[in-house]
C-alpha cells in the first residue's frame, strides 16, 4: 500500500507495495508490433544504422508496427572503434582476453539503439535479406472516403526471390553511403583503426602526431584544416596537380597552414602497417597471437613513375567521397546526380522534410545526406522521418 513521508509528503514504497514501482519502460521488452490483418507494416525501415534504427524507436513508441531490415551490425557506425562525439556516449571498443570486442565503441551503440528500438515492438527481418526493389500496389483498405489506397512491396535480390515481399503502408530508406576506397593490401583490416574517412570524428585521436589526407575535392581540404588543430603534421596526397575543392578560400587557407605539406601528382601504391598486440593480451600468448594491424607509413608514387616517397605517418583519412547506396532506388525516387535521394523539403507542397519524390516514401542519413554525415544527425533524420512517416499515416 502507498504511505505519505510525513516530511517531503512523497510517496514511500513500502514492501507491502513494492510491485507498484514506477519501472524502467526501457527494460520492459514488448512483443513485436504485428502487421494487420493482411500482413502489412505501418512502416518498413529499409537500414539498420542509426538512422534506421531511431527511426524505428519512433515509429513502434507511437504504436505502429514496423519492421526494420538490415545486417545486425549496423552499418558504418559497427566499423568505428573510437566514439566520442555522440552525446551522452564516450567509450570505446575493449577487448577479451582473446581479442574479441567485448563492447564499446560504435558497436556498443549499435546494440543499445537496436535493444531499445526491439523493447517497443519493433520486428527485425532476417539480416540476410537484401531489398531489390520497392513496387506500389493497391492496398485491401480503402480510405476514409471510400478512394483507393496504395501499399509498398518490398522485393529481394537474387537468392531471395522465392521470399514474399514485406508489405507497408509506408517506408523510410535508410541504407546510408559507402565509402570509396583504394582496395590496397591489408585497407580492411586498417580500416577504422588507423584508416579512417571522418575526419571530424576521429581528428582528436591524433594529436600531436603525423597523418596523412588522401584526396583532392572539398572534403580532403576540410579534413586538412581540421586536422592540423590536432596533429603536429598533416600531409595531403592528390593523384592531380589541381585540387576539384570548389571553396576557394578554404583551399588557401589550407595551402597558407604551416603544418600541411601538399604532394602532388602522386597515387597512394602501399598501406604499410606493423602488427600491435590487443590489449590484454600484451603479446604473451605465442600460440595464439592476438593483434591488429596498426599503419605505420603510405607508400606514394609519381604519376609518370618517375618518383616514389614512403611518409611515415600514425594514420591517415581516405577522402576520395563515397557512394550512396541508392542504385536500386533509380527507378523509384527521384535521385541526385551524385546518387543521394532527392528530398520534397524545398516544395512549398510537401509539409514532410524527409519525404522524397514518391508519397509514403521517406529518407534518412547518408543516403539524402553528403554534408554532415555524422552518426548524431543520421539519428536525428530518422527520428524526423518516422515523425513525418507517422503524420503521412
Known sequence: MKTEDEENNSIVYTKDNENQKPQNRSLNKV?????????????????????????????????????????????????TPHLENFPGFIDSVTFDEDGEVVGGGGPALVSTIRKQAESFGTTFANPALMVEEIKTEPSQNAGQNGETLNNFALNFGPGDEQTPPIKAKSVIVATGATPRRLNLENEDKLWGNSLHNCALCDAPIYDEKTVVVVGGGDAAVDAAILLSRHASKVIVVHRRNDFRAKNIAAFELMKQTPNVEILTPYNVKAWKSISVPLEGNNGQDP??????????????????????KTISCDGAFLMIGATPNTRWLRDTVGLHENGLVRLNSGSTSSTFTTATSLPGIFAAGEVQDGIYRQAITASAQGAMAAIDAERWL
Open 31 to 79: 512483443a513485436p508490433i504485428p502487421p494487420d490483418d493482411y500482413g502489412v507494416y505501418d512502416v518498413a525501415v529499409i537500414g539498420s544504422g542509426p538512422a534506421g534504427l531511431s527511426a524505428a524507436i519512433f515509429i513502434a513508441r507511437s504504436r505502429l508496427s514496423v519492421i526494420v531490415l538490415g545486417s545486425e551490425a549496423g552499418g558504418l557506425l559497427s566499423e
Open 287 to 308: 600460440e595464439t597471437p592476438k593483434e591488429f594491424l596498426q599503419l605505420e607509413a603510405v607508400e606514394i608514387e609519381s604519376r609518370d613513375g618517375l618518383d616514389s
